[in-house]
Antibody, heavy 122, light 110 residues
Framework: QVQLVESGGGLVKPGGSLRLSCAAS????????MSWIRQAPGKGLEWVSY????????YYADSVKGRFTISRDNAKNSLYLQMNSLRAEDTAVYYC???????????????WGQGTLVTVSS | QSVLTQPPSASGTPGQRVAISCSGS????????VFWYQQLPGTAPKLLIY???QRPSGVSDRFSGSKSGTSASLAISGLRSEDEADYYC???????????FGTGTKVTVL
């Protein structure tokens, strides 16, 4: 069965960095786009970024563009999110999700991990 | 990042039908597919409806989606206590090249 397990969350000071990882299993990782979506405490969902199966196509939300970098290692069945220049408003649970539908309007998330909490505070 | 507009709450008694609206614009719902996600308390979201009205394998046929113009709707028929959750619509915004979620609707079973 499809499993997505995030790790790497924690407490970090404003301006600091953190790298999230997502270990995938139960499907052929290299065949699928992957995404990161976040949810601030008590708030709604916010899409962060997605990456194509080969890594050649990447999109970011404006709120993280220039600060966050998504990447993947198909040999290790792993997805990553490098987060730099972190702000208090980046505090959220970060979910890794398997994506379907390719680029643009047909894109959606069919399996989600359990999430990892990132807290940005001094 | 723009968002899609949903009512904050909806409720019904067991067995009733509940409908949740999702309002967008010509650059998102008006020109792209709509998706719906269910988030049970304390858990990760789950895909409920894709491409406006398609149900993934394993999702009950009590859930149905529709779209008209720049709005979409999720209907839950035969409401059950286990349907108590937050529900989010979503779509790709063509003009922003951004994936936008709805504000979320909390469904309560009375």
């Amino acid at each position: 069965q499809v499993q997505l397990v995030e790790s790497g969350g924690g407490l970090v000071k404003p301006g600091g960095s953190l790298r999230l990882s997502c270990a995938a299993s139960g499907f052929t990782f290299s065949d699928y786009y992957m995404s990161w979506i976040r949810q601030a405490p008590g708030k709604g969902l916010e899409w962060v970024s997605y990456i194509s199966s080969s890594g050649s196509t990447i999109y970011y939300a404006d709120s993280v563009k220039g600060r966050f970098t998504i990447s993947r290692d198909n040999a290790k069945n792993s997805l990553y999110l490098q987060m730099n220049s972190l702000r208090a408003e980046d505090t959220a649970v970060y979910y890794c999700a398997r994506s379907r539908g390719g680029n643009g309007g047909a894109h959606y998330f069919d399996y989600w991990g359990q999430g990892t909490l990132v807290t940005v505070s001094s | 990042q723009s968002v899609l507009t949903q009512p904050p709450s909806a409720s019904g008694t067991p067995g009733q039908r509940v409908a949740i609206s999702c309002s967008g614009s010509s650059s998102d719902i008006g020109s792209e597919y709509v998706f719906w996600y269910q988030q049970l308390p304390g858990t990760a979201p789950k895909l409920l409806i894709y491409r406006n009205n398609q149900r993934p394998s394993g999702v009950s046929d009590r859930f149905s989606g529709s779209k008209s113009g720049t709005s979409a709707s999720l209907a839950i028929s035969g409401l059950r206590s286990e349907d108590e959750a937050d529900y989010y619509c979503a779509a790709w915004d063509d003009s922003l090249s951004d994936y936008v979620f709805g504000t979320g609707t909390k469904v309560t079973v009375l």
